[in-house]
């Protein structure tokens, strides 16, 4: 069921300029929308959350943003750095399919051009 | 402090066979999730283990298993073994399982069956 989407498999951006990642989902009773991060060989790392009484929530270049209306969340990375290429996964938390639980997106490949 | 332990990292088996992931979780959190991650799916929600109870259950077949003991460690089996099994298995660990902070993810066993 794929409830969480990010339809850009892979982004590319050159450093210094705004790098902003999309993610679409389908249930509007998730409580909780959330970004991480993965470098290969090791697993996600937690980057920035959001609650779904708030419409955006910024931490340093990190900012997400989050539109109910529209079920969409992003991330906006300004300015963008070398060391940002990951793997970025967002996230959703909220009680769906009879259990509580984290639904992930299949993540979009980020790469910042130096 | 330490992070979320996972062994083994890499392990190779053959269709039929059962395999045992280990998990230690960061000293202090009491609930461990673990998930299969493989290209193209992102993260998919196994099952959560709280005080040595599965609190939540994600849409997988039986033959994946897991429990947790006292001291929080938790183990996943996979028993007959099946060539779709191959996957990056993610181990993360928090002090409630229910929260917008996020989970602490362990580097991962890599299984292949062969």
């Known amino acids: 069921d794929q409830q969480v989407k990010q339809n850009s498999p892979s982004l590319s951006v050159q450093e210094g300029r705004i790098s902003i990642l999309n993610c679409d989902y389908t249930n509007s009773m998730f409580d909780y929308f959330l970004w991480y991060k993965k470098y290969p060989a090791e697993g996600p790392t937690f980057l920035i959350s959001i609650s779904s009484i708030k419409d955006k929530n910024e931490d340093g270049r990190f900012t997400v943003f989050l539109n109910k209306s529209a079920k969409h969340l992003s991330l906006h990375i300004v300015p963008s750095q070398p060391g940002d290429s990951a793997v970025y996964f967002c996230?959703?938390?909220?009680?769906?399919?009879?259990?509580?639980?984290?639904?992930f997106g299949t993540g979009t490949r980020l790469k910042v051009l130096a | 402090k330490a992070g979320v332990t996972q062994t083994p990292r890499y392990l190779i088996k053959t269709r039929g066979q059962q395999v045992t992931l280990s998990c230690s979780p960061i000293?202090?959190?009491?609930?461990v999730s673990w998930y299969q991650q493989t290209p193209g799916q992102g993260l998919q929600f196994l099952f959560e283990?709280?005080?040595?109870?599965?609190?939540n259950k994600g849409n997988f077949p039986g033959r994946f298993s897991g429990r947790q003991f006292s001291n929080s460690r938790s183990e996943m089996n996979v028993s007959t073994l099946e060539l779709g099994d191959s996957a990056l298995y993610l181990c993360?660990?928090?002090?409630?399982?229910?929260?917008?902070?996020?989970?602490?993810f362990g580097s991962g066993t890599r299984l292949t069956v062969v």
């Open positions: 283990y709280f005080s040595e109870t599965q609190r």
């Open positions: 000293s202090g959190h009491r609930s």
């Open positions: 993360a660990s928090s002090l409630s399982g229910q929260s917008d902070y996020g989970y602490t």
């Open positions: 996230a959703v938390w909220g009680f769906t399919s009879g259990t509580y639980k984290y639904i």
